[in-house]
């Protein structure tokens, strides 16, 4: 049973639906719990030495196991602004995508991902298992299409934006349907919610709505560029933070798509309007963005850079939005025989505040803690994989992330809310 096709359709899908969140500089398996399930079954069929991953046929089914084995060191887990905490971990994390269907009629798909800890040296490292689930469906027709998918994450880990080690959980569900007008165009209309929940009290959780209309133009036979306009509400879940909930607008500029044999681009970069419930606060607007490329002009080495703005309520001050920006560089080529991988990237992210804390007091500059700050982030990692003839993979990866925080403030501020942290992995894993 061929699958590759289909692996790489469900694959466009998850860039396509799944946001970036956050500027964290893990390792390359961090966001699937240390797994590349659909990935790595995107060369179910071709028979080349790199992935090459096992699957069970069941009829109309595919199943594709794996399972990875971790050790990870890490010289600041609580991103304290000195004398970190350091920890290291052992983990195992299995993972199954599940496939039905075939790309050219209309198909299902789950991915399930866990992370078990078997040793943590720094006791107060949360121990309890991660969980992670995807699940998508599409449904064609002659010139319509309707795709639908859900997540699923629960995990505690550091979250370099919030400076401080968090257990999270994220809901999404989202749904589009696009209409081919004719051999140029088409329509689309595009929904998400989802719900931000965070175990500390301190953390303000929240619900994102979003919808949007899409027209899409042929660029070249592989490619369409889009226009799209949408309105969205960002609702915090307790009524005394309301100063966080607001309506927002946005319109921006697309591409999805090969544009030439050798670059491929996916996204779109656009301008949102806020307005906020509270009387308060005055309007806001700025820059979005979420756009990744990637090229392999060398043949050996690919080369990808991903663009992300956002705004967002800052989960840690009611009447504070955070404005998230950031840029990725990477680079991943075949290192002296085809079975053997190096990878690298580089980011520079950035995080600005606007707005006042709940209750603060206009006149008074020293009640206005967030309003204005602005914390400054990049970091790097590199990493090397070596594939066995078994189905069997080893990996080690180092990643280092800096937080200059309070960019602008007094230097007492300043240290108490920078941070640096690195981390090394390795990684044994089966059939992924």
Do not use: C
């Amino acid at each position: 049973m061929r699958l590759s096709a289909s692996i790489r359709t469900l694959l466009a899908l998850a860039v396509l639906s799944t946001p970036s969140i956050g500027f964290a500089i893990g390792d390359s398996f961090s966001d699937g719990f240390y797994t590349r399930g659909v990935e790595a079954a995107s060369y179910i069929d071709q028979g080349g030495a790199i992935y090459d991953p096992f699957y069970l046929p069941v009829q109309s089914w595919s199943l594709l196991p794996r399972v990875s084995l971790t050790v990870t060191h890490e010289d600041n887990v609580f991103l304290e602004p000195e004398d970190g905490t350091a920890n290291t971990s052992v983990a195992l994390v299995p993972g199954l995508l599940a496939v039905w269907g075939r790309p050219a009629n209309n198909h299902v798909y789950a991915d399930y991902g866990a992370r078990f800890s078997l040793y943590e040296s720094e006791g107060e490292v949360n121990d309890r298992p991660s969980h992670m689930l995807r699940l998508g469906a599409v449904y064609r027709t002659g010139k319509s299409q309707i795709q639908a998918q859900a997540g699923f994450r629960h995990a505690e880990e550091a979250d370099e934006v919030l400076g401080a080690r968090v257990t999270k959980r994220n809901y999404s569900l989202g749904l589009g349907a696009e209409h081919r007008l004719n051999g140029k165009s088409s329509l689309g209309l595009q929904g998400n919610v989802e719900r931000h929940e965070y175990d500390a009290e301190r953390y303000i959780d929240y619900d994102r709505i979003y919808g949007a209309g899409r027209y899409y133009r042929r660029l070249t036979p592989k490619s369409q560029g889009f226009v799209q306009g949408g309105i969205g509400r960002d609702e915090p879940h307790r009524s005394e933070y309301s100063a966080s909930a607001a309506d927002f607008y946005d319109v921006s500029l697309g591409v999805r798509g090969k544009q030439t044999p050798k670059i491929g681009a996916v996204g779109r970069v656009g301008y949102m309007w806020r307005l906020y419930d509270d009387e308060h606060r005055g309007d806001y607007e700025n820059w979005v963005a979420s756009l990744r490329a990637s090229s392999s002009p060398f043949g050996l080495t690919t080369l990808s850079a991903e663009l992300y703005a956002d705004i967002t309520p800052a989960v840690d001050a009611d009447g504070v939005d955070a404005v998230n920006r950031g840029l990725t560089l990477k680079a991943n080529r075949r290192l002296f025989f085809e079975r053997l991988r190096g990878s690298g990237s580089f980011t520079l992210g950035q995080t600005e505040y606007v707005g006042l804390s709940s209750g603060a007091d206009d006149d008074a500059g020293t009640t206005k803690p967030r309003d204005g700050r602005t914390d400054d982030y990049w970091g790097f990692s590199l990493g090397v994989d070596w594939w066995t003839k078994k189905n069997v993979s080893v990996g080690l990866a180092y990643s280092y992330t800096r937080r200059e925080g309070s960019r602008g403030d007094d230097a007492e501020t300043r240290r108490a809310t920078s941070y640096e942290s690195g981390r090394w992995t390795l990684r044994v894993s089966w059939n992924y």
